[in-house]
């Protein structure tokens, strides 16, 4: 069975930075595309950012666009999301959500993903 956790939300002043981690378990991460995505109050869920199986490959939404950053620790199997700068704008449940198959590409589309975690909250204040 699949399980994906999220950790590292929460609360900070308008300009600073959060890391977002994911882990999974239950396959071998390393060989997943994985996605982050967020969902404010009222509002759909949203794609943030994305990388390829192998990490060559990574695609941002314009809004966090050179601001935030996703990478991979594949000795950790983990997967990271550095968001500087941040803005009370990006207030929201922020999601890891991986592939459905192994050796995928980088996709905003959130139907490419079968597995998701619980997510973590991350509230900027103005």
């Known amino acids: 069975q699949v399980h994906v956790v999220e950790s590292g939300g929460g609360l900070v002043q308008a300009g600073g930075s959060l890391r977002l981690s994911c882990a999974a378990s239950g396959l071998t991460f390393n060989t997943y595309a994985m996605g982050w995505f967020r969902q404010a109050p009222g509002k759909e869920r949203e794609f943030v950012a994305t990388?390829?199986?192998?990490?060559?490959?990574?695609y941002y939404a314009d809004y966090v666009k050179g601001r935030f950053t996703i990478s991979r620790d594949n000795a950790k199997n983990t997967r990271y999301l550095q968001m500087n700068s941040l803005k009370p704008e990006d207030t929201a449940v922020y999601y890891c959500?991986?592939?459905?198959?192994?050796?995928?590409?980088?996709?905003?589309?959130?139907?490419?993903?079968?597995?998701w975690g619980q997510g973590t909250q991350v509230t900027v204040s103005s």
């Open positions: 959500a991986v592939d459905s198959q192994r050796f995928g590409t980088a996709n905003p589309n959130p139907r490419q993903y079968d597995y």
């Open positions: 990388i390829s199986w192998s990490g060559g490959t990574t």
